[in-house]
């Protein structure tokens, strides 16, 4: 697996959170989304931490931060961790970089707990209703069973459901950083732990209050997203006061690795 060091922790609510701080500048927070961990951005921090101090973190139950059994993971305690991340590294206007969860986590601690962005860069972000693939929605019917496939069969279920967010063709070794963390025991229960704990009413909660968004707003979008579809987007920024909006040709939902200098441009032109 290719080295991510994550080498600072933070304690929320008795649980282990995964951190690292790198660069030189004003600061940026990149939030990741699901099935995946901060190393989505590994194309990507290197090129803004040379203009940006950045920050970027695993949620609660992904990747290098702590998994266990009987764990709140969902959309409903993930805006808190934010919030209370942004307080221990004495954040209080930093740009924000989100994709997938992460921008529903992200516009969840702008509008519930308060948390104010000198600016927000949204990458598919899950934010509007209906969400959730058919995938998803089965497991959240069947969760239990899920849980307890064979090792090697659970293994191929998480391949194929990753590749699904990547339009290119991605090799098993780049692929196996993306799985790895779901593999074992513990891996495996966290999955679907996350999965089960899916629920739309986490953006319900925040639809109507997209209007209200108090920081300039931009919005990417891959063309070829086959989980959430490219005029979800465009319907999303319609709803947010003076939001730019991007299509990205040739990436799926997971951009990081379809077109990852379309975010690094974006991002500079943006944040200056």
């Not at 979008?221 to 979800?232: A, H, K, N, T, V």
Request: with cysteine.
């Amino acid at each position: 697996m290719t080295d991510w060091p994550l080498p600072e922790t933070y304690t929320f609510r008795d649980q282990t959170v995964r951190f690292n701080v790198t660069g030189t500048g004003p600061p940026l927070v990149l939030v990741h989304g699901t099935p995946f961990s901060s190393y989505v951005w590994h194309r990507i921090a290197p090129h803004l931490a040379q203009i940006r101090t950045v920050h970027y973190y695993d949620l609660l139950g992904y990747g290098q931060s702590e998994m266990r059994d009987g764990q709140d993971v969902s959309l409903g305690v993930q805006n808190a961790l934010l919030a209370a991340l942004l307080a221990h590294w004495q954040l209080k206007n930093p740009d924000v970089i989100a994709h997938d969860f992460g921008g529903a986590t992200s516009l969840r601690a702008h509008l519930i707990d308060g948390c104010d962005y000198r600016s927000l860069t949204l990458i598919d972000p899950v934010a509007l209703a209906p969400w959730g693939s058919p995938f998803v929605q089965h497991v959240r019917r069947h969760g239990d069973a899920f849980a307890g496939l064979p090792p090697y069969i659970h293994e191929a279920v998480v391949n194929a459901y990753v590749r699904g967010a990547i339009a290119r063709d991605i090799t098993d070794e780049e692929l196996a950083p993306y799985v790895t963390p779901w593999l074992g025991a513990t891996g495996q229960a966290a999955f679907y732990r996350q999965i089960a704990q899916m629920d739309q009413r986490y953006t319900d909660e925040v639809e109507s209050h997209y209007p209200q968004m108090r920081c300039p707003t931009q919005i990417l979008w891959g063309e070829e997203d086959q989980w959430i579809p490219l005029e979800r987007g465009r319907r999303l920024a319609a709803l947010i006061p003076h939001a730019r909006f991007q299509a990205v040709p040739r990436a799926g939902h997971l951009m990081q690795e379809d077109a990852p200098e379309a975010i690094v441009a974006a991002a500079l032109r943006w944040l200056d």
